[in-house]
């Protein structure tokens, strides 16, 4: 038997990158999904793999995660249909540098909204549908820049921050419901956000690498579906880095 | 009809207070529509999502957040319970 067959899976930010690989891994091990994106037509390639892997169709939401009305109906669009939640995955996010002394509040806005707030909103009502069978896992994606801080992402370290800090808070106030709080902090991941780096940057970025190489999708899904199986059922509260040793 | 309808209100009223002494831990007679939330140790914050959990669970529905922060007694959680079908 599949590992995941039976269970309701929720990615956001699923179209692509680090979502993508996550939601096929959860597929391929019988997982019934449930995808986002910001708008629902760009969902339609995931939507045909998952397909072809698994035989549940998914579920497909365009909405704005940062916005509390539209995930407040998604939720209770998904209470009516399945009646629980077992994994949540809190994978969307933006990446916009921008140094200090020109950061806008607009752009601080906009980057909390849809990395911090977003994942607030998700893991209030995750707990909610999870609560009610005593069980489930949340997975955060923060940053390897939310630990260590890089020139020119004040705003965007800030905000992976604090996903680390609602993750660590959430999984000490949920743990009697029997809902772990995970995050992961990637490091340099080969997604579409890197292809937005300039060549020297990115050169800069690989050497401060140790193992020499960008990190897949997959590797990310990973530790995503660990972090969301049995096989991690005793473990809550951890920031767990897959960065291949790299060094801000 | 009447007889019964009052009979199924009264049987949701008894129901619902049964799931607040168990969460709660305290007996039913103590439950009237004036047990307000966080007058008695009981009924702390950490009780109030158990509540929560309890009231989804029994009755197959997911109370909003704004109804969370609004169910300040017995009393209005009975009345909060009414815009989500609960018949009382």
Do not use: C
């Not at chain 1, 891994?25 to 995808?35: N, P, S």
């Not at chain 1, 609602?166 to 106030?173: F, G, I, P, R, V």
């Amino acid at each position: 038997m599949k590992t995941m067959e039976g269970k309701i899976v929720w990615v956001t930010g699923a179209s692509r990158g680090i979502g993508r690989a996550t939601a096929l891994m959860f597929a391929k091990e019988g997982a019934t999904l449930i995808l986002n994106a910001r708008e629902e037509g760009h969902l339609k390639e995931i939507d045909a793999q998952v397909k072809e892997v698994s035989g549940n169709a998914p579920v497909l939401l365009g909405y704005d995660v940062s916005d509390p009305v539209k995930v407040k109906d998604s939720f209770h669009l998904i209470h009516k249909k399945f009646k629980k939640l077992d994994v949540m995955v809190n994978n969307a996010g933006i990446l916009e540098d921008s140094l200090l002394g020109m950061l806008s509040p607009e752009l601080v806005t906009k980057i909390f909204s849809t990395n911090v707030f977003s994942v607030i909103y998700h893991m209030q009502y995750a707990s909610r549908l999870m609560a009610k069978d005593g069980t489930g896992s949340i997975i955060n994606v923060s940053s390897i820049i939310g630990r260590l801080g890089n020139e020119g992402q004040v705003a965007y370290g800030a905000s992976k921050a604090a996903v680390i800090g609602a993750t660590l808070s959430a999984a000490k106030e949920l743990a009697p419901a029997g809902i772990r709080v995970n995050a992961i902090a990637p490091g340099f991941i080969d997604t579409d956000m890197v292809k937005q780096l300039s060549r020297e940057k990115y050169d800069q970025r690989l050497a401060s690498i140790k193992m020499k190489r960008l990190g897949s999708p997959e590797e990310v899904g990973k530790v995503i579906f660990f972090l969301a199986s049995d096989a991690a059922s005793y473990v809550t509260g951890q920031v767990i880095g897959i960065d291949g040793g790299m060094l801000v | 009809m009447k007889e019964r309808e009052a009979e199924s209100m009264n049987d949701q009223n008894e129901k619902i207070r049964k799931i607040f002494a168990d969460v709660l831990g305290i007996p039913v007679e103590k439950i009237d529509d004036d047990l307000q939330y966080n007058s008695i140790p009981e009924w702390d914050s950490i009780a109030h999502m158990a509540l929560i959990t309890a009231l989804d669970k029994s009755f197959d529905i997911m109370i909003e957040t704004e109804d969370i922060i609004d169910m300040s007694s017995f009393g209005k959680a009975k009345e909060i319970l009414q815009k989500y079908e609960v018949v009382l």
